[in-house]
């Protein structure tokens, strides 16, 4: 079986053929992502592994399909980027890679939590600067502090418990509520007792047409003054420039980001020599009080090596799949 890698960083391709040794699967990697600019690179294989910002609309499934492509394997947990339906009636597997290690993109959203709080960012370069005078870098504790959890999945939960192990009391809210969260102390409640209740609030929900900007000007009204919002989920979660406003009024008092709407035109690049051309990502840089990482929050070794060892499972579970099609042909 060939494949053709799309959105392929240097980390990706070591531990994608290291996991792939030993197997029948030829990989070769592609630094660009899938899009219908890049669909020609496809021809001669007989599928494809992306990532979070492959273009995987209707128009581009389609031509996999006529290129011969039976199988998608995302390297990601997320899928919103796939048109699903499209994939179906053309009779392509999607693969995802559902839990490649939650504990990696919690612990990054409480690393967010804590650099936004002790100011950490500031520190470092004040330091640096001989500068250490405290002025400005005033933080609060944890302990006693209502953090809300929209969205109690895989990572939801690993997030919640470390939180609950830094003293805090957990207000939940999910579709389908998790009773171990419950028997640990979490209180689920309805989405507006949580705005209104909560001093943090962290996003681990799906992005989905019900959560397609939850955080906009109308939900950020029902929260406390000085709030800290916490996004390492989909970027489009957030109303972007709704949140400025709110940046600007105090309503938002902390914001920490590794994810954003438009960041398939920015994010897993070097952009440092370039001008970037979106002036509401710039003006979100210049606030004291927002702390942006470039979706890391899944970048640890441990979840890399699953993802890869995920990934290579499934297209020989797909290759299987399409030698028994072809037996039964
Ligand atoms: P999961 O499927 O285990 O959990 C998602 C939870 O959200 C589920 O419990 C589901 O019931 C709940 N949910 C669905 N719709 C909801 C709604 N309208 N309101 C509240 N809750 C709702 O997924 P997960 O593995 O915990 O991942 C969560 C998200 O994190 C993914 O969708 C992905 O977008 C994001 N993610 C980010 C990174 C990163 O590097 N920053 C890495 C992996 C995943």
Redesign the pocket.
Known sequence: MKIAVFSCKPYDKRTLSSHAEDTLLSMTYFESRLSMETISLVQGFDAVSCF?NDDINATVIHCLKQQGITCIALR???F?NVDLEAAKIEGIRVFHV?????T??AE?AVALIMTLNRKTHRAYHRVKEGNFALEGLMGFNLEGKNVGC?????????FCRIMKGFGCHLYC????P?QALIDLGCEYVP?DDLYAKSDIIS??????E??HH?INKTTLHKMKDGVMIIN???GALVHAQEAIDALYTGKIGYLGL??YEQENKIFFEDMSSHIIQDSVFQLMLTFPNVVVTG?????TIE?LNHIAETTINNLLNSQVADNQTRRLA
């Open positions: 979070v990601c947990a997320g919103n559902p839990d490649y290690s939650p990696s993109v990054h929209i969205g109690t999945g895989r990572i939801g939960t690993a809210y999910d579709v389908y998790n989405l996003l681990h929900c799906p992005l989905n019900s959560t939850l390492t989920s989909r590794d994810v979706h890391q929050g899944y970048f979840a």
